[in-house]
Each structure stands twice: as C-alpha cells, then as structure tokens.
C-alpha cells in the first residue's frame, strides 16, 4: 500500500506561483505513475498532469507551459510535486495527488484558490 498526504496550497493571487507536494510513504518502489488531479467546486475531478516512472509526463491543455509534475526519491522518501505558475482564476480548484502502485492511491486533497 502508498499513503499520500499533499501540502502546499493556499491563497494566490492570478499570474502567481504555487507548488503543491505530495509526499508518499509505504510502497513507493511499486509507483508506477503519479499524477494530479483537481476538483473545482460543482464540478467533476479532472487530471492536470501525469507521469509514468522513467517516463514522459503528459498534461492537460489548459495547464499547458504553465504547470510541471516531478517526482523526487531523496534518502529513502519519495515526494511528487506539482509546480504552478501563471496561475488563473479558473486553476481554484481541491488539487489531489494520485498513485497506480498495484492499486490506485489517493490524498486528501489541498486546496489552491486564485483570486486578487
């Protein structure tokens, strides 16, 4: 099994940055891939970024050139990070991280709002 517990989101104002962690425990020699995903209000969860282990990351059109998935394995922890930039309005959103490690894992969420 992976737990997750994300960190990291706050209250940002639009063109700022955020990064968002996700740090993972038990299993994570298992990860397979990890991505975020995003829950704004009244709407369906929606993936924003994903990246297979020893692979490519791939990206939802509207984070495009602004958002960036990484994944840090550093003294034995793994940490999977999710940097924001130009932020919009419209990025506000409870951001999840997620794992397929034979089985799918998930956080509890952070919270991210964009507003001035």
């Known amino acids: 099994q992976v737990q997750l517990v994300e960190s990291g989101g706050g209250l940002v104002q639009p063109g700022g940055s955020l990064r968002l962690s996700c740090a993972a425990s038990?299993?994570?020699?298992?990860?397979?891939?990890s991505a975020w995903y995003r829950q704004a209000p009244g709407k369906e969860r929606e993936l924003v970024a994903r990246r297979v282990t020893g692979g490519s990351a791939s990206y939802a059109d509207s984070v495009k050139g602004r958002f960036t998935i990484s994944r840090d394995d550093d003294n034995a922890k793994t940490t999977i990070y999710l940097q924001m930039n130009s932020l919009k309005p419209e990025d506000t959103a409870v951001y999840y991280c997620?794992?397929?490690?034979?089985?799918?894992?998930w956080g509890q969420g952070t919270r991210v709002t964009v507003s001035s």
């Open positions: 038990g299993s994570t020699d298992r990860i397979a891939a």
């Open positions: 997620n794992v397929l490690a034979r089985g799918v894992y």
